[in-house]
């Protein structure tokens, strides 16, 4: 699935205009927070961010910034995972969580020296995932994504249970998913 395609989806999903009373966040527009929206140069209000611009937010600071088109040429399910956890929990979640899981299926490093988490996409962790591709070939991609989900549903359950008010979006942070 291309960038255009997972950034479609994840609009669709998040719908326009949204200012729940629980959300921390404030109001979103197409799923970009007002905070967001400002580091990335928009001053009007929020309700009137065109969908275009939370796009090419999403392509720019979702995808391209933190490395994800990089994994998306070796993985592109992975991918696709990554960036959906990034826009949910932030780009260094994403990336830790996939720096963990790389760890913890590394054998004791038989595979490939472990990595530091400092949810970063550079080269010792693209060399990380291309040896566990080599070793594990697709069915790795699939239990690397089935690592990243459980990570991202044990943060949100977390969440829940750390502040009630996030059991209004509990069921459908578990529910939703882009790739």
Do not use: C
């Not at 990380?128 to 990243?148: C, Q, T, Y």
Request: glycine share 12%.
């Amino acid at each position: 699935m291309t960038i255009h395609a997972l950034i479609d989806r994840l609009i669709a999903r998040e719908g326009g205009y949204v200012d729940h009373p629980a959300d921390r966040g404030g109001a979103t527009n197409w799923g970009i927070t007002t905070a967001v929206a400002r580091a990335n140069g928009w001053q009007g209000a929020i309700r009137d961010l065109p969908r275009m611009r939370a796009a090419e937010i999403y392509e720019r600071v979702y995808w391209r910034g933190p490395g994800f088109d990089r994994i998306a040429t070796r993985a592109p399910v992975l991918a696709g995972e990554l960036f959906d956890t990034g826009v949910n929990m932030g780009t260094a979640t994403a990336i830790g969580f996939l720096q963990r899981a790389l760890n913890a299926l590394n054998r004791g490093q038989a595979d490939y020296p472990d990595l530091a988490a400092d949810g970063a996409v550079g080269a010792r962790t693209l060399a990380a995932l291309d040896a566990f591709l080599a070793r594990r070939g697709k069915a790795g991609e699939a239990v690397l994504v089935k690592a990243i989900d459980a990570l991202q549903g044990e943060r949100y359950v977390t969440l829940a249970e750390r502040r009630p008010a996030n059991e209004a979006f509990l069921y459908g942070w578990l529910a939703g998913r882009v790739s």
